[in-house]
C-alpha cells in the first residue's frame, strides 16, 4: 500500500467486522490502518485484534473517540447501536462507516416485555425514519462523512450495469433483484427485537438499495436531479409456518422465527412512473443467491453477485474437500457447486472501502452516503406498513 494514511477503528469483531478487515487489505492507493478495534467481549476481541495486526483494543467506544488520531470509525455492530454509536464518533468529529441497514425499530424505551412485533407499523416506520434522519442530521451538522455499507452499490456487476445504462441511453422501465439463502444462523435475526424486522430489512435491503442507487445515476443523467422511489406495495410471511413444512419431520431450511417474516416481496414505484420488484427468502436451499435484472427500454442486464461459476467443483460427498470455503449459506459441498474465488470483490465488499477510504483521503463523498440508507429504511418500513395493512403506501 501507499499514498495517504487513514486511521481507522473498527467497532464490533462479528462476521460482517471479518469482511472488512479483508477489505481494507485490498485497498490501493492509500493506506488505511486499522488503529484501534473495539467490543464487550475481551476473548474474542484480543483473537480478532491479533489475526489483523490491530495494535489497541478497547471494550468500550468512549476512549477510542477521544483518541485524535482515529479519523473513521466503522461500525459492524447490531442495528439498535447504530444510531447512538453514530451521533457520538460524529459529535467527536469522526467520519462514520455504518452497515446495513441504516438502522431499525427495535423497541427501544418499550417494557422487557413488550411484543415488539406487535407494534403497530406506522410506528415503526415514524420511529426508524426519525433515527435515520437523526443520523444523517448528526453527521451533516458535524461535517463528517456517513457512509452507508450497502456493497451491491459496488459490486462490479452493479457498477457495469450502471455504465452499460448510461451507454445505452435508455430509459430504465423496470428492475427485478432479490437476496436469498436458506436462513441465517445467529439467533437474534428471528426476532424483531433483537434486529427490527426479517428477510426484507436484512436482506430486501441490499437489492432495493441498488435499485434507488440505479434509478438516481439514471436521474442524474436525463434530467439532473435523481429519480425517487414514490410509493410501495408488499407482503411478508413465516413460511415455515405453513402446513407442508410442518408436517415434514427433518427440516433444512432455518425455522424458529419469532415474530419476524422469513420471506418478503416489495413492488416499488418510482417518481417517473417505472418499477422495481424486490423478493428476499430465509426459505432457499443452495447457498445464497444475490441478483438484479435491469429491463430498459433498449437494452437487458442480467447482473449476479453470488453465483459466478468462476469455478464449479463435483465431490460425491461432502468431506472431499475438507474446510475449504465455498460460498456463503451453501448448506453441502457433495455435488456439483460453484466455490467463489473471491466473494468479497464479487460482492462488491472490497471495492466499497476502497471508496470509502478515497473519501476520507481526499474530502469527497462516497457514492453510498447515509441519504441512500435513509431512503432505503422509510422504503422498507413503508413495506411492512404496506403489508400489515394490504394497502399501497405512498411516500
Not at 429519480?227 to 413444512?245: K, N
Not at 418499477?275 to 433498449?298: F, H, K, P
Request: net charge negative.
Amino acid at each position: 500500500m501507499s499514498g495517504q494514511q487513514v486511521n481507522i477503528a473498527i467497532v464490533g469483531t462479528g462476521f460482517i467486522a471479518e469482511t472488512r478487515a479483508r477489505s481494507y487489505a485490498g485497498v490501493t492507493g492509500y493506506e488505511p490502518r486499522l488503529v484501534a478495534a473495539v467490543s464487550r467481549t475481551r476473548d474474542r476481541l484480543d483473537d480478532y485484534a491479533r489475526r489483523h495486526g490491530i495494535p489497541d483494543v478497547y471494550t468500550d467506544l468512549k476512549p477510542v473517540l477521544e483518541r485524535t488520531d482515529v479519523q473513521v470509525v466503522d461500525l459492524c455492530v447490531p442495528n439498535h447501536l447504530h444510531r447512538p454509536f453514530t451521533e457520538a464518533a460524529a459529535a467527536a468529529g469522526k467520519h462514520v462507516i455504518c452497515s446495513k441497514p441504516l438502522t431499525a425499530f427495535d423497541g427501544a424505551g418499550l417494557a422487557p416485555d413488550a411484543r415488539v412485533g406487535e407494534v403497530p407499523r406506522a410506528e415503526m416506520l415514524r420511529v426508524a425514519d426519525e433515527n435515520a434522519t437523526a443520523m444523517v442530521d448528526a453527521a451533516r451538522e458535524a461535517n463528517v462523512f456517513l457512509m452507508y455499507a450497502e456493497n451491491w452499490v459496488y459490486a462490479p456487476s452493479i457498477a457495469k450495469a450502471d455504465r452499460l445504462a448510461a451507454a445505452s441511453g435508455g430509459a430504465i422501465l423496470e428492475m427485478r433483484g432479490g437476496e436469498c439463502h436458506s436462513g441465517s444462523h445467529s439467533p437474534y435475526s428471528k426476532e424483531w427485537r433483537t434486529t427490527g424486522g426479517g428477510a426484507l430489512l436484512r436482506l430486501g435491503v441490499h437489492p432495493m438499495g441498488a435499485m434507488l442507487h440505479l434509478k438516481r445515476q439514471e436521474g442524474l443523467r436525463r434530467c439532473g436531479r435523481p429519480i425517487r422511489p414514490r410509493a410501495v406495495f408488499a407482503e411478508v410471511a413465516d413460511l415455515t409456518q405453513t402446513p407442508g413444512f410442518l408436517q415434514e419431520e427433518k427440516h433444512f431450511i432455518r425455522t424458529g422465527w419469532v415474530d419476524v417474516e422469513n420471506w418478503g416481496t416489495a413492488i416499488l414505484t418510482f417518481d417517473d412512473g417505472t418499477r422495481g420488484i424486490v423478493w428476499s427468502s430465509d426459505a432457499v436451499l443452495g447457498g445464497m443467491e444475490s441478483t438484479l435484472q435491469v429491463l430498459m427500454s433498449n437494452a437487458h442486464i442480467k447482473c449476479n453477485l453470488s453465483h459466478t461459476r468462476l469455478v464449479e467443483a463435483f465431490a460425491p460427498e461432502a468431506s472431499v474437500f475438507g474446510d475449504e470455503y465455498m460460498i456463503e449459506k451453501l448448506e453441502t459441498s457433495a455435488g456439483w457447486s460453484p466455490p467463489a474465488p473471491d466473494e468479497d470483490w464479487a460482492q462488491g465488499h472490497r471495492q466499497m472501502v476502497q471508496d470509502f477510504v478515497a473519501s476520507v483521503a481526499r474530502g469527497r463523498e462516497p457514492l453510498a452516503t447515509g441519504e441512500l440508507g435513509r431512503d432505503v429504511i422509510r422504503l422498507v418500513y413503508a413495506a411492512y406498513l404496506s403489508a400489515a395493512e394490504g394497502r399501497r403506501v405512498e411516500l
